[in-house]
Structure formats: C-alpha cells, structure tokens
C-alpha cells in the first residue's frame, strides 16, 4: 500500500511538471519565426525599459549605456485607433485619447546589442517616430509583441532578416517540453 502512494505521488508530481512546461512551444516558435507575422508601424518611442524581475512592473531606463545590457522594452504610441486595434485585440474606445494607449514592445538582449552597437541609443530622443517591423500576436493570454526592425530617419539600426533571425535563436534556445 505504501509504495502504491509513493508511485501515485510521484507519478503526479511528473505529471505536474510536464504540464506546467515553460518555455516557447510549437505553435510559439511556427508563428512567430513566420516573417509574415510581422508588420511594420510608425510609432512615437515614448520610454525605454526594463521589467523589474522583482515587481514585474516596467522601468524606465533612464541610463542609456546600460541599455545594451539584457532585454528592453520600447514603450510607443500609435497615432491611429486602428494600429491601437491591433494590439489590443479589439476596438479601442475612442473616448480615450490615442496617447493614453501606450504598448510595450519587447526587444530581445541579442537585437538591443545590434541597436547599441550600431548607434540607436545615441542618435534617438525620447518623443521621436520611429519605424519598427513586429509580430502583434497574443497567445493563451500572454502579449509576444516582438521588434524585429528598427528604423529612424531613414536609417536601419536592426534589419528585418537579422533581428528575426535572434528572435527565433531565443525561442529555440528556451524550447517547452511540448
């Protein structure tokens, strides 16, 4: 009897782990490995961040030579309603000013290397437009808003074909079970 607890106990305990995976699986990796799952907008680049770890709230980077350093986050505006849609999953309500909705973009720690090593942080200021290319694709509830491009005034500072290139070398290196 006891080793039947023991094994049912254990078996559990596998089956918890398999099913509470992390990680990017699949259907996560098809997608957003797929070019034709970006798209490209003008956005007015109002912060830089960084999530704290300990509160999982954004943080403004006020220090822009530790920018290079691990992910960022571009916190931008739309000037359209209908780019705000597309992020949101649904109609923004127009009662609300377009600059209230501001949307976090996700810069992985390989592409912000690109984005430092080729200038951006020096060349950009707070409030300019700038052009990226990314996915806008939500997923069992969790936003994968990914910039793959990076252009301001004219200059490319992160190509479309390298960054998604980093982008799916992140996913396969955190592979889920499944």
Known sequence: MKKIIILSVVIALIF??????????????DHLSDSNNYATFEVI???????????HQFVSNSNVSESSKGSAY?????????????FIGG??????????FV???????ENNKILYENGFYDDFAL????????????YMDTEFFYIAQVE???????N???GLRNIVEMMNNDKSFF
């Open 16 to 29: 918890c782990c398999f099913t509470s995976c992390t990680g990017y699986n699949k259907i996560m990796r």
């Open 45 to 55: 680049l109002n912060d830089i961040c960084y999530l704290d770890s300990n509160t």
């Open 74 to 86: 571009f916190c931008v505006q739309f000037e359209t309603y209908e780019n705000v849609a597309v």
């Open 91 to 100: 109609d923004p309500n127009k009662d609300i000013p377009i600059e209230e």
């Open 103 to 109: 949307i976090n973009f996700e810069i992985t720690e």
């Open 127 to 138: 409030g300019d437009r700038i052009t990226i290319a990314a996915s806008h694709w939500i």
């Open 152 to 158: 301001y005034r004219g200059k490319v500072y992160l």
């Open 160 to 162: 479309f074909e390298e």
